[in-house]
């Protein structure tokens, strides 16, 4: 199997797939397939090496390829896809508008599968916007209002985020040499761009509003609160990723940029304590994980910003492994949140202790793969106050986490012998079994470091302190959380709500004017105004 | 001032009488006699433009008299069509107007003229 | 290389094909005249296909010989005879139209079908006369070599575009074409006053001799400013659109596709003819801006009030509107610019596929929203649920169509927008980018809406009031997909719209 075929059938496959739904015959059935789909790209992330797949003529070319942290992320995102296509099969049996789900499903596997594989711009602007309304739609499969409004919501946000990322990338395709549209080496050409701070405010705005940066964020608990367990966590896990590596593929890590990286990561660790801090005031377990992706994606951005600033080699490599581990972790709690809610006493402990290790993860407990993460991005962070931060924002974390899993605890079904569907608990047992091998197997497979390194006594203590100081904040507020004050969900999007209203009252005034100039007297004076005005412009210009 | 020049004048005049009857007539039939003037106004400027630019000897200058005949076809194609347009109008309400809130049927008004 | 004037007087070889596309479809009109009823339905069948394959053929015809048709009437050479030119611009445009119209024939068979029984019939008999009248006024505007026979072919243009809005025969549809037909009247005779003008002061009509004496004078200005202007109000750019809303609000669906798809881009490419051929070194920069900046607000202005629409042919009505201001974007980045050295082609380029993407995708959207009408019984946009069970493939039509509006790749839309965006980061001019972008999550508001508003399930018990055939859906997916697959244009090895437009410096710069 050649690295071309196997790219091919990594995207090919759920696109074929996709196309096929157009035969309803073929869509009712689907459902059942929805677990294959991902299989391919599986394949390619183990077996495929770095070649590129071409797609095209000389005037114009779609470029496919895998880097070393396209692999790892499109390995552990196959698995989140594979877990969460069985979670999905199994919720939609008997289920009226499978249809729809498994059109939207297709459509975000196809484009988050092309996103991590994309190596020019227009591909992977294209797939990009595939994802973006394939996840819309998935949203919408929630089927109540909120569903509706967040919907709305995102797929709004994904378009201005677009917007954004449409005048960055054409302004990089300008300044690349030789006209090529590759992403490589648009990143190269960045540091020596005329535009360069231009630039890389536009792809940073537009992939941040993507990757949930604060304080563009609101569209994640929304979204994530709304949509249907195992779309939330392909979103939450997988989509959310090919942003974070699109980002880490644009900028150029081999020249140092303090002034841009230095306010990048600082905005990255206000949304990490911010996610934290509002994340503790809600109490459905969905917005609490949706919280926490802020978070954990605040601070990767912080990762990210540190080495931009200092100008880091491995940040990509680590940066990636530290995705890689969040979306294992943040797809397979939110699959635990499925399955509790229809656990009952009986056989809750077994389904609640994997959730809890995997919580405790994401803030580092010892011997998990966070601890790992943390490891790996903790050279990039370097010394000073942003080492500390990162200490901080990780007993947050642990606070955050641990209030996740009682509000979890407190989310299980009522009747003590229900139990969850076969299928759904064995997607979540597979997900945490992966969740716990895969870091550890990638920490060694890609050379970021040997597992003697990461099993030493200093570093386990150095992961440990701040866990206990964390469950020593979450006793505080377990004892006395109900001072807190009630934060709606999507925060910042209710200021939202006067300003639509201003909106539409200008909208209307908008309308009035337009009715006036339909008059025909104001259109016909309008018309001898212009000519005058653009006869006086021609004289003008001269 | 010769005759040439005496004729753009006029054709300027009668261009501007009709976008004023044009741009302020209400009445549809008196926007059509408006277009119909500034048409006036265009082909009597091609007419003066024809002699002006005769070659010696010639009454004037061919080209702009065999177009200005085209033209006169055109105009008076579209007066009928509008002409059309306005009793079929008046036809189906019983008077005439562009504006949209008008009585829809049968009153036994005459047409604005 | 500039082209010599003796090769633009001489014939080629497939010269008379343009000929052959001018009159194919009048003569198809005659015939429909004289065979009436169905015959005339078969007519424009028969000249649907024909037209087309002419279209086919003027395109290998310009690819292979690498130059602009060309024909001479009568064989007199410019500036006594009349010069009909095809060049890479005209052809796109003449291919574009003739599978627009194709479509929309295939669609308006159901419509526009004499009913069984009846041996006549008014509206499908005028339909069809009509249809093919549009098809040939447009391509006669396409190949025109002089600005006379232009007059005559947009004049053509508008009374075979007139009697379309009011074919539904309701007074209003009436008071809505009256109108139309005044203020394009208002706009041609101004056109007219202004190529009077330009004969006045340089003793030719044709446009390429023009372009060789052409320059800059107080003349020249005024007829470049009564000219464009005349063909503003014909094409409805913001603030001349007074006669676009409500002329789509009564028109059948077909006929609203034709006058929002193809009429007005015949005015719209007159413009662009002259401001790059005739005017090129007329025109400046900020009188080129300044159409822009009306593109600009019909873009803001069209696309808002599209939003508060309450029925969904007004909405797609202002949505043209909105659209027609994107056409106009292309004007500063394309014009003007000589004087910086910049190479104009990528703009022209841009604009050409933002009209041909436009075209397919506004009759696409039309002709779904015809089909809606007809299967629901009314068209408000607040109650379009059940649309997605009864119509799924005009549904996905229509959500293609404003994709390739928004400008989602890898739509015509999308590929337009990027080769606009590239030449207004060229030339530093910012604001127009934000535009185009502003304009597009603007239209992504009111699809968003239509599409989820369709997408909801229906009330228990409904039936369509009518069933729809199969191949008027067909027909409005396949224009959507043209609009929605035309970024593939990328892959196309040759630069068509080039052909034929070799930079010409112009005499009368300093």
Redesign the interface.
Known sequence: MTTSNLLIAAIGVPLAMLLACIVSGIRERMPSLLALAPIPALVAALCADDTPLVLGNARFALSFAMDKPGAMLLLVAAILWIAAGVYATTELRGAVNAGRFVVCWLMTLTGCIGVFLAADMVGFYFLLAVLSVGASGLVLQGGTAEALRASAIYLGLALIAEAFLLAGLVMLAMVTPDGSLLIRDAAAAIPTSPWRDLTLTLLVVGLGMKAGLVPLHFWMPLAYGAAPIPAAAVMSGAVVKASALALIRFLPFEVGLPDFGLPLAAIGLCGAFYGVAIGITQSRPKLVLAYSSVSQMGFLVAVIGMGLATGDVDTPLAASFYAAHHLLVKGALFLAVGVIATTGRRWLWPMLLPAAILALGIGGLPLTGGALAKLAVKPVLGDGWVELLAILSAIGTTLLMLHFLHRLLASASLDPSMSAPVGWVLSWISMFVAALVAPWMLYSATGIGTWSDALQPAILWAASWPILIGAGLALGLWRWGRYLPRVPEGDIVVMGQPVMRVVVRCAEALERVEGVLRQWPVAGLSLLMLSLILGGMMFNGH | MNAPTLFGLCAAALVGVGLYGLIVNPQPLRKILAFNLIGCGVFLLFGAIARRGAAVGMGGDPVPQALLITGIVVAFSATALAVALVLRLFDETGSVTLASDAPAKAQADPPDA | MPHSLSTQDVTSPSGLLLVLAVLVPFIGVLAGMVLGGRGAQRVAFVILAAGLAIAIAIANALVQSGDTVVYILGGWAP??GVALRADGLAVIMLLAIAVVIGGIGVYARADFGTPPGVREARAPLMFWLLLLAVWGSLNLVFVSGDL?TL??AL?LL??AG??LV?LGG???T??S???Y???A???S??Y??GA?LL??AY?T?DILLLAARVH?E?VT??A???M??GL??KTAL?????WL??AHAGAPAAASAVLSGLVIKGSWFLAVRLWLDVFAG??????AQ??AA?GAAAIL?GN??A??QARLKLLIAYSTVAQIGYLFLMFPLAT?LAAAQIDSTAAVNGGMLQAISHATAKAAMFMAAGLIYTTLGHDRIADLRGVARALPMTLVAFALGGASL?G???SGGFLA??LL??VA??TAQWWW?LVM??G??LT??YV?IVV?RA?A?PSEGWTPRARVPYYQQVAVLALALCSFLLGMA????VDVARIGRAVVPEIGWP
């Open positions: 500036p006594l006379f007059y005559v004049e508008t009374f007139v009697p009011s309701q007074p209003e009436l008071r074409a009256l109108r037909l005044l203020y009247l208002f706009g005779v101004l007219l006053l009077v004969y006045g003793g009509l800059p107080p200005w005024a470049a400013a009564l464009t202007v503003l109000a913001f603030p001349l659109h007074l809303p409500p007329v025109v400046t920069l900020p009188s300044m159409l009306l202005v808002i009030v939003l508060r003007g928004i989602l790749p890898p927008k990027w965006v590239s980061i060229t980018v972008l502003v597009g999550l992504s508001a968003f989820v997408m399930p990328a892959f196309c090895p």
